[in-house]
């Protein structure tokens, strides 16, 4: 049974910091990705992860401030949010598919087939 469970997400002030979890079973999955969706806005990409490579890729705005781990004897995939602005308050959702290729955008939300329900997190100036 697919199941992706987020936890970690919460409350800061800007300049703070935040770790995702995001506990997947049911298959290996090829692709691990965070996404997160603001109010009125699209679901965007923010960080992926090829696990047959070991590769990861990151959204622009969150290069050098979020990072993208997994730790495969938990089948748990992480991301570390760190120097959090509130531009990056949003709901974030876990995101995995187990037969994605190399090769394409990995921040695409079309690339996943499951999807997390989403932890929220908040970040006041």
């Known amino acids: 049974q697919v199941q992706l469970v987020e936890s970690g997400g919460g409350s800061v002030q800007a300049g703070g910091s935040l770790r995702l979890s995001c506990a997947a079973s049911g298959y290996i999955y090829n692709c691990l990705g965070w996404f997160r969706q603001a109010p009125g806005k699209e679901r965007e990409g923010v960080a992926a992860f090829y696990t047959r490579g070991g590769s990861t890729y990151y959204a622009d705005s969150v290069k050098g401030r979020f990072t993208i781990s997994q730790d495969n004897a938990k089948n748990t995939v992480y991301l570390q949010m760190n120097g959090l602005k509130p531009e990056d308050t949003a709901m974030y959702y876990c995101?995995?598919?187990?037969?994605?290729?190399?090769?394409?955008?990995?921040?695409?939300?079309?690339?996943?087939?499951?999807w997390g329900q989403g932890t929220q997190v908040t970040v006041s100036s």
């Open positions: 995101a995995a598919d187990k037969l994605c290729v190399y090769g394409g955008s990995f921040l695409s939300t079309d690339r996943y087939t499951y």
